[in-house]
């Protein structure tokens, strides 16, 4: 004899297993297309060449160049090959700040902390694209 909680959990089954097709039916792609198929950026996602003005103070600083092909990985990192402060005086490039030579306890180093080894952790590539929710930021300075 089966025992009442036995034959709940039998008449749920067969819900939760039409009831999860239903709902795995009604699903559409919010990109428009399938997961596997390659999706072509719009040109107004196109990247921003000069730098551009922060928008508030200690915002990194945005990259004012293309990263697609840079490889940071824990064996390479392409950004300090011209931005590494032993080459970026012959590279014409902005060195990094010193705070990327600390450790955690304030030690200076001789190369750059483990903590900011990936840049694009805090730094992004600036880009001409349209605001995916109404923005009303100001800074504190223009009041």
Not at 36 to 59: A, W
Not at 74 to 100: F, I, V, Y
Request: proline letters at 7%; a negative charge.
């Amino acid at each position: 004899m089966k025992t009442p909680i036995q034959l709940s959990v039998l008449a749920l089954v067969p819900l939760l297993a039409f009831g999860g097709f239903a709902v795995a039916q009604s699903l559409q792609s919010l990109r428009g297309a399938e997961v596997d198929e390659p999706v072509v950026l719009d040109s107004i996602h196109r990247t921003i060449e000069g730098r551009m003005q922060r928008n508030y103070r200690q915002q990194p600083p945005l990259i004012p160049h293309s990263v697609q092909q840079y490889q940071i990985d824990l064996r390479t990192n392409q950004c300090l090959s011209c931005h590494d402060w032993t080459k970026a005086g012959e590279r014409n490039a902005p060195t990094l700040s010193m705070t990327h030579y600390l450790d955690r306890d304030g030690n200076e180093l001789d190369h750059i902390a483990g903590t900011r080894y990936f840049c694009n952790q805090c730094h992004v590539p600036q880009a001409d694209a349209p605001a995916l929710v109404d923005n009303v930021f100001e800074p504190s300075s223009s009041r």
